[in-house]
């Protein structure tokens, strides 16, 4: 979710100066940014700046802030070679000169005049390009030159009449100043509260974040800063936004172009790899073919504490599975899970890391946490403490008890797991997960009230789920086992009417691979009748019992049942090709 920055700091500097002008008003002039960079600076007072929003299946997209990616740090300076802000740990590039407080002094004076000697001596100088924050304002308020686009280059106005040396400081200098007032704009766009809020120009247009993105790329068509934000502004893969000098850009190919400005800006990198599919890849500028995983690494290489990229690589590899960052060190699943706990820089995001890193865990598994040995129902533990509204916490929480098991939390309160699963629903109504998991927990014919005065039983619970979550394969089965098909009960979902067999028939079109429901289907058929499933497959009682193992090869129930629908001389193909008999399935069932 995207957070407004600073907008409380803001209200405050008004009231403690009443007479100073709102940041927006500095849009009024070109040549006046001293609002645009007090703004960055007030976004880089916090580190919690750089937020991300939901994107592609349930990832994050990486918004820009006043942070250095690199070091995690508060940015103090500007880089003019990089066009970067940068924390006091950064580089600096060498060999270009800098611009000084001092130099700025009375060298610039109005369009068309010749500039001071100053500037000339400064042609031969060789220092640093990186200019204290805090300085640029003033120097940058000294210009009064306005720098023109044309054909892709910047021209100056009236300024013929300077020799080489004197004329390309000033050119240099104008393109510093717009892409400073790129960089406002961009800025800007962090007081949005969300996509549909809009702020309004001293010159009366009010601009939504996107809007701000496109103002930002339309007064410097390469503020990869602006780029990628632009990136996030867009709803999926498939929306396109034109910008001002009529190109249409979808999401990837604004973060290509954002990188061909900026190859190491790590919220790009991280935003490739967000919106790239499993299979697709993305070429760089220097030629290289990358996967997903291979981006998450290289926004690693350029942002080593970027706590989301080693959680969504956690994601991607499998336990047993290791990856390799470009320092050298080894991560395998749940130690990522572990290092985007301690670079994450809010309790949400360590919360995030640490629901992630429980849901790894068995029951008898534990790893060791800033130096404490913790089972997984503690891990969710300390993630509760970090977020105490988070119903999604409170449901993983429950599902790592056993029934009749009750734990204590950090506010002292002591739960089971049914009154977890009540707490959930109460925080958040619509959790498709606590509902099914409540009636999972329930006995047959139990009963309880939830948090509305509701009296609801283990089939209420399931149709709740499915009104959450109409895709929830799960609830179908469940509310499958729940009806009597002797007597051809039914149950309506919405508008429809479902009996036992089509809702388990419902639970394998959104879940292909979900095991009981193959097991359930096959229990209801006969030995002559066949099955067709979604996309016409059709299958016998035994097919739809070897489905089950594919699904769920260590469920011991399904090859018993396998054993028991074969005849004394019939044999089975299993999902890795071994041809066995129901003698050697019950074998297989004893060695589970």
């Known amino acids: ?80 070679s990089k066009k970067l802000l940068v924390c006091d740990l950064c580089e600096p590039t060498e060999g270009h000169p800098t611009v000084s407080k001092e130099e700025a002094n009375g060298s610039i004076v109005s369009s068309g005049e010749r500039t001071t000697t100053a500037l000339a001596t400064r042609a031969s100088a060789s220092s640093k390009t990186t200019v204290p924050l805090d300085d640029l304002a003033a120097e940058v308020s000294k210009f009064s030159i306005y720098p023109a686009r044309v054909c892709g280059s910047l021209e100056l106005a009236g300024c013929g009449g300077l020799s080489y040396s004197e004329g390309a400081h000033v050119l240099e200098m104008c393109q510093h100043l717009v892409h400073l007032r790129a960089l406002g704009l961009w800025a800007l766009s962090f007081c949005a509260v969300d996509l549909t809020e809009t702020k309004q120009l001293s010159d009366g247009r009010r601009l939504s974040w996107r809007d701000l993105c496109v103002a930002a790329l339309a007064c410097h068509c390469e503020c990869a800063l602006a780029l990628n934000d632009l990136c996030c502004a867009l709803a999926d893969s498939a929306d396109t936004v034109q910008l001002t000098d009529g190109r249409n850009m979808t999401k990837l190919m604004l973060l290509r172009e954002a990188l061909r400005v900026s190859p190491t800006l790590a919220p790009a990198l991280f935003n490739v790899a967000v919106n790239l599919k499993e299979g697709e890849t993305f070429t760089l500028s220097d030629g290289r073919t990358m996967t997903q995983r291979d981006m998450y690494l290289e926004a690693l290489r350029y942002d080593p504490k970027d706590a989301d990229s080693f959680r969504n690589l956690g994601k991607l590899v499998s336990p047993s599975e290791t990856v390799t960052l470009f320092d050298g060190r080894t991560f395998g699943q749940r130690e990522l899970f572990l290092e985007a706990y301690m670079c994450s820089s809010s309790d949400r995001e360590r919360a995030n890391s640490l629901e992630w890193l429980g849901s790894k865990l068995e029951r008898d598994q534990w790893v060791t946490v800033e130096g404490w040995p913790m089972y997984s129902r503690q891990i969710f533990v300390e993630a509760l403490r970090l977020t105490p509204n988070s119903s999604t916490v409170y449901v993983q929480l429950a599902v790592s008890l056993q029934r009749g098991e009750s734990i204590v939390l950090a506010s002292g309160q002591l739960l089971n797991k049914i009154a977890l699963l009540q707490q959930a629903i109460q925080l958040n109504p619509d959790n498709a997960q606590a509902y099914y998991h409540l009636g999972d927990t329930l006995n047959s014919g139990q009963q309880i009230n939830l948090h509305d005065g509701r009296l609801v039983g283990e089939r209420q619970l399931y149709l709740e789920a499915l009104r959450c979550d109409p895709t929830f394969a799960a609830a179908y089965n469940c509310l499958g086992v729940l009806l009597n098909s002797s007597i051809g009960e039914t149950v309506t979902i919405g508008e429809m009417v479902f009996s036992r067999r089509q809702l388990f028939t419902c639970a394998l079109k959104h879940n292909p691979d979900y095991g009981d429901a193959y097991y359930n289907l096959a229990v209801l058929s006969s030995r002559r009748d066949i099955l067709t499933l979604r996309g016409g497959r059709r299958l016998t009682r035994t097919q739809l019992l070897v489905e089950a193992i594919r699904c769920s090869p260590t469920s011991s129930h399904y090859y018993e049942r396998l ?26 069932r004893g060695r589970l």
Request: overall charge negative.
């Open 1 to 80: 979710e995207r957070t407004p920055l600073m907008a409380a700091n803001f209200a405050e500097k008004q009231a403690q100066e009443p007479g100073k002008a709102a940041p927006e008003d500095a849009f009024a002039c070109h040549g006046k940014c001293e609002f645009h960079l007090a703004l960055l600076r007030a976004a880089s007072t916090d580190k919690e700046a750089n937020t991300s929003e939901p994107s592609v299946d349930g990832k994050s997209t990486k918004l820009n802030s006043g942070i250095c990616h690199q070091h995690g740090r508060k940015c103090l300076a500007y880089d003019i």
């Open 563 to 588: 054993a028991e629908y074969l005849q004394p001389n019939e044999t089975v193909t299993l999902h890795d090709g071994r041809t066995v008999n129901s003698r050697e399935l019950l074998d297989i």
